[in-house]
């Protein structure tokens, strides 16, 4: 299926590793035209001569924290400069917020809030008018499904994520009339460094004498019984960003395996 999006312009905040880097060797693979960013700027710069080397296609990289509101203007506007717009943006940039209510603190929370919620509102504000003025655009938050369904341990991360869902289909409503889509897409758990960093904290959390005991005990919760891969994120993401999504907006996609139970 031709996708219908060669040539155009694709941000992938944190697009240096897991999903947002899957996200964008699928763009160059279709022909977009990328610019990825994080914080570390030897990752991002590998990530950036590995995907242009397998890919043979146009990739720009900026290093940004999506904490800071000065790094994500510099990131929109070089990625303006470099391929004259931006019709497709991709929030990724981001962690797990995880831990119960009695060690959450108001830094952590604060952090969650300001790289999830502000980062991906900063970014969109930034790159709106250009979608509204061409009366095309495409953005993607990608949330998480513990704002859908409160869980103890993901406590900071759920409200953030509930936050989330309510600015994308908000988004949606406002942006619909310039035919600007905002979708939201719903991890479970997706094999990334971000799974790994959290291992410990989860099997301490499910009494799992081991990484690998958490692992199969976290993957049983979905219906699938494994992890995804990040290639499999990837694909819906960039499916949602196609000329074939055009009538798909508002809507918050779970790629978890099957592990939210409720009809919706
Ligand atoms: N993996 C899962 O199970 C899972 C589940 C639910 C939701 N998600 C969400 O999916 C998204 C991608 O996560 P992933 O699993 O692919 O994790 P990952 O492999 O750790 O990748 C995260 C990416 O975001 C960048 N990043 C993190 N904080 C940033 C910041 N403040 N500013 C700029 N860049 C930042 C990282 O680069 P630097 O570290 O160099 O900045 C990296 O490129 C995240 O928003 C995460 O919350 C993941």
Same mark, same amino acid.
């Given at each position: 299926m031709d996708l219908g999006i060669r040539g &155009? $312009?694709? %941000?992938?905040? =944190? /697009? $240096? $590793? /897991? %999903?947002g880097r899957e996200t964008a060797r699928q763009f160059l693979e279709e022909g977009v035209r990328v610019t990825i960013s994080g914080r570390n700027a030897e990752t991002l710069e590998r990530t950036r001569m590995e995907l242009a080397k397998a890919t043979s296609a146009d990739i720009? #990289?900026?290093? /940004?924290?999506?904490? +800071?509101?000065e790094d994500i203007v510099r990131l929109v506007e070089s990625a303006k400069q470099r391929f004259g717009g931006v019709d497709i943006l991709v929030n990724n940039a981001g962690q797990m917020y995880s831990g119960r209510f009695a060690v959450m603190t108001d830094a952590g929370l604060k952090e969650q809030l300001e790289t999830k919620l502000f980062g991906f509102l900063r970014a969109i504000r930034l790159v709106y008018p250009g979608m509204k003025?061409? &009366?095309? /655009?495409? %953005?993607?938050n990608m949330i998480g499904g513990a704002g859908k369904e409160p869980d103890p341990y993901m406590f900071g991360s759920g409200i953030t994520n509930s936050g989330l869902l309510n600015l994308t289909k908000s988004l949606s409503a406002e942006f619909g009339e310039d035919n600007v889509l905002v979708n939201a897409v719903c991890p479970g758990w997706v094999d990334t460094n971000l799974w790994r960093r959290n291992a410990q904290g989860l099997a301490a959390?499910? =009494?799992?004498? $081991?990484?690998?005991? #958490?692992? &199969? &005990? #976290?993957?049983? +919760?979905?219906?699938l019984n494994r992890f995804g891969r990040p290639e499999e994120l990837a694909y819906a993401i960039v499916f949602l960003c196609s000329e074939r999504a055009s009538y798909i907006t508002g809507v918050s996609l779970n790629l978890d395996g099957g592990r939210l139970k409720s009809l919706w």
């Amino acid at each position: 299926m031709d996708l219908g999006i060669r040539g &155009r $312009s694709a %941000i992938v905040t =944190g /697009g $240096s $590793s /897991g %999903i947002g880097r899957e996200t964008a060797r699928q763009f160059l693979e279709e022909g977009v035209r990328v610019t990825i960013s994080g914080r570390n700027a030897e990752t991002l710069e590998r990530t950036r001569m590995e995907l242009a080397k397998a890919t043979s296609a146009d990739i720009h #990289a900026v290093v /940004g924290d999506m904490m +800071k509101e000065e790094d994500i203007v510099r990131l929109v506007e070089s990625a303006k400069q470099r391929f004259g717009g931006v019709d497709i943006l991709v929030n990724n940039a981001g962690q797990m917020y995880s831990g119960r209510f009695a060690v959450m603190t108001d830094a952590g929370l604060k952090e969650q809030l300001e790289t999830k919620l502000f980062g991906f509102l900063r970014a969109i504000r930034l790159v709106y008018p250009g979608m509204k003025a061409q &009366r095309w /655009g495409r %953005i993607v938050n990608m949330i998480g499904g513990a704002g859908k369904e409160p869980d103890p341990y993901m406590f900071g991360s759920g409200i953030t994520n509930s936050g989330l869902l309510n600015l994308t289909k908000s988004l949606s409503a406002e942006f619909g009339e310039d035919n600007v889509l905002v979708n939201a897409v719903c991890p479970g758990w997706v094999d990334t460094n971000l799974w790994r960093r959290n291992a410990q904290g989860l099997a301490a959390e499910l =009494g799992a004498q $081991s990484e690998e005991e #958490a692992r &199969r &005990r #976290a993957a049983r +919760k979905n219906s699938l019984n494994r992890f995804g891969r990040p290639e499999e994120l990837a694909y819906a993401i960039v499916f949602l960003c196609s000329e074939r999504a055009s009538y798909i907006t508002g809507v918050s996609l779970n790629l978890d395996g099957g592990r939210l139970k409720s009809l919706w």
